[in-house]
């Protein structure tokens, strides 16, 4: 069924206004979002639709294509947070997010169309928020620019649904340019635009989702977050992002667990500049080591992948990609691999047979062509 079909059948009427916004995958630049670091992801051509018309009461009713039940209605004055759950949450906390910035949000229907995985690790909830958002502004008659959306979306995560993510997922979402990837500095919020195009020189950019699912992430998403800040705290910085003598820290740090967070930090965000350096010296299979020694540093010193990311990384490397990580938060999701363009089937047909060989579920694979982000669809 088409989106506005459906959103005739939930609600007996036309929508009058639609939106899109993709998810994400990063290319490197791993939990260093909330240490005011760097990161380099690129916007998927999948991502959510959100169909919406509006309503001459304070209600909004959320449906979505993909879990096929009735609409769940809310009082829109009474939004708290805590006050909604499961994915309606990431809905009404954008509606709410969007009314503490004072915008005037009214009453509406919405159905909610998703075509990104969802525990994948490659920001479906991003891609909802950020597409919601898009759909009340248009029914507010109200723009914003892109930077307000991807951070009240964030707010919408952190602080309605109590997730305490950096911002890379909802800048990725909102700021995506096909055949780019997004170069954002978490602390000054400058983007830039990095043209990206492997195939163009004969290599593939792989994403396995291991179908894994998230295990305990947001516990230990916060838990690690909450060591960084520690470990700034003692190191007297503002954050991470601003140690600049790796030795110094860690010597000065008697902890060794977080010892290892510092280093993992500290040189991943050197990794995602030597990596622009790269692609701006149009030297893309040279990227490869650097993805391998994220995953080994994400493995090792930040303790956030599993035996299934594992499985996708040392497959793919025997199988010879120049080289392959985990991506996003971590705990399950996704992995890529950066392979020459002719062995990816092959590369794909190693990592399958390995998860039969393991007793795993079949991994999936989905498309990483960079996609445009957040705009109107009709
Ligand atoms: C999740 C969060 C992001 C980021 C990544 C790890 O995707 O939503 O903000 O911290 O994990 O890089």
Excluded at 17 to 33: A, K, Y
Excluded at 189 to 212: C, K, N, W, Y
Excluded at 350 to 377: H, K, M, N, Q, W
């Amino acid at each position: 069924m088409s989106p506005t079909s459906s959103f005739a059948a939930v609600y007996g009427r036309e929508p009058e206004v639609g939106w899109r916004s993709p998810g994400r995958v990063n290319l490197i630049g791993e939990h260093t979002d909330y240490n005011d670091g760097f990161v380099l992801p690129l916007a998927l051509r999948s991502g959510t639709r959100v169909d919406a018309a509006r309503r001459h009461d304070r209600v909004l009713r959320m449906a979505s294509v993909q879990s096929g039940t009735d609409p769940v209605a809310v009082d829109l004055d009474a939004l708290a947070p805590g006050s909604v759950e499961g994915w309606t949450a990431y809905v009404a906390g954008t509606a709410w997010a969007l009314l503490e910035a004072g915008v005037d949000v009214p009453g509406a229907d919405l159905v909610v169309d998703g075509t990104v995985p969802r525990g994948a690790g490659l920001s479906s909830s991003a891609s909802l928020e950020c597409a919601v958002a898009g759909a009340l502004l248009a029914l507010a008659g109200t723009e914003l620019p892109l930077r307000d959306v991807a951070l009240l979306a964030q707010h919408a995560e952190n602080d309605f649904v109590g997730m305490p993510c950096g911002a890379m997922d909802q800048f990725a979402s909102t700021h995506g340019r096909a055949g780019h990837l997004l170069l954002l500095d978490t602390r000054s919020l400058e983007v830039r635009h990095i043209p990206f195009d492997p195939g163009g020189v004969g290599l593939a950019l792989l994403v396995v989702d291991t179908r894994a699912p998230h295990r305990l992430v947001d516990g230990e998403y916060a838990a690690r977050r909450a060591s960084c800040e520690e470990a700034a705290r003692r190191l007297g910085v503002r954050a991470l992002r601003d140690v600049t003598d790796l030795d110094g820290a860690l010597a000065t740090l008697d902890d060794d667990t977080l010892r290892r967070r510092v280093r993992h930090v500290v040189t991943e965000n050197r990794r995602v500049l030597d990596v622009v350096d790269l692609l701006e010296a149009g030297d893309v299979p040279a990227l490869g080591p650097l993805l391998t020694a994220s995953h080994v540093s994400l493995r090792d010193d930040y303790e956030v992948s599993c035996r299934e990311l594992d499985l996708v990384v040392d497959t793919a490397l025997a199988a010879g990609a120049l080289g392959a990580r985990m991506t996003g938060g971590g705990f399950g999701g996704s992995a890529i691999a950066l392979v020459e363009g002719d062995a990816a089937d092959r590369v794909r047909g190693r990592i399958t047979s390995a998860f039969r060989a393991a007793g795993l579920t079949e991994p999936a694979y989905v498309d990483a062509e960079p996609g445009d982000g957040y705009g109107p669809v009709r």
